[in-house]
T-cell receptor, first 114, second 111 residues
Framework: GAGVSQTPSNKVTEKGKYVELRCDPISGHTALYWYRQSLGQGPEFLIYFQGTGAADDSGLPNDRFFAVRPEGSVSTLKIQRTERGDSAVYLC????????????FGAGTRLSVL | TQLLEQSPQFLSIQEGENLTVYCNSSSVFSSLQWYRQEPGEGPVLLVTVVTGGEVKKLKRLTFQFGDARKDSSLHITAAQPGDTGLYLCAGVETSGSRLTFGEGTQLTVNP
């Protein structure tokens, strides 16, 4: 596709459930980023992939959060034992090489934990 | 962790007015970016400023990077309703590739 694609666009789950959020970056972009944006706030960095490996996962809030990018393209953000405080918009971005190049953002997945 | 503070958090003005949004940090960034975000969409890059003292213009928008590369401003001349949105500044850290975003300024331009 032409841009970064994120699915689903909305996800409603119950407290304690497991969720997976998918990001399909722009073709050829080697760098992929996950951010979390709470209502009325700016995006908060979670994790950065360069190719298949996580180059910086220091933004993941705790061990309930995990992300993979097994083939260096599509990435999945996984959240175990969801909590109401996990409710936010999860944004994915991709770029050609690191953040010195332009990061292109997807529209995000709005996660609601009831 | 480097932090960016934006002000004001909310701004509601009439069409035709001028406005300035500020982005301040106690730390130095290798560069600073400004984004605009509309409801239900991801942020879209407007500009990147790299050099201390740099000024860039994008139609009615003027972006300035402070001499010490710790602060930046966005000035909009003769605002229009189409300028309504969330404006975010983001610093590119010298040590890595993550973006550190400010809290954002929600701008509403009333016709």
């Amino acid at each position: 596709g032409a841009g970064v694609s994120q699915t689903p666009s909305n996800k409603v789950t119950e407290k304690g459930k497991y969720v997976e959020l998918r990001c399909d970056p722009i073709s050829g972009h080697t760098a992929l980023y996950w951010y979390r944006q709470s209502l009325g706030q700016g995006p908060e960095f979670l994790i950065y992939f360069q190719g298949t490996g996580a180059a910086d996962d220091s933004g993941l809030p705790n061990d309930r959060f995990f992300a993979v990018r097994p083939e260096g393209s599509v990435s999945t953000l996984k959240i175990q034992r969801t909590e109401r405080g996990d409710s936010a918009v999860y944004l994915c971005a991709s770029s050609l090489q690191g953040a010195k190049n332009i990061q292109y953002f997807g529209a995000g997945t709005r996660l609601s934990v009831l | 962790t480097q932090l960016l503070e934006q002000s004001p958090q909310f701004l509601s003005i009439q069409e035709g007015e001028n406005l300035t949004v500020y982005c301040n940090s106690s730390s130095v960034f290798s560069s600073l970016q400004w984004y605009r975000q509309e409801p239900g969409e991801g942020p879209v890059l407007l500009v990147t400023v790299v050099t201390g003292g740099e000024v860039k213009k994008l139609k009615r928008l003027t972006f300035q990077f402070g001499d010490a590369r710790k602060d930046s401003s966005l000035h909009i001349t003769a605002a229009q309703p189409g300028d309504t949105g969330l404006y975010l500044c983001a610093g590119v850290e010298t040590s890595g590739s993550r973006l550190t975003f400010g809290e954002g300024t929600q701008l509403t331009v009333n016709p």
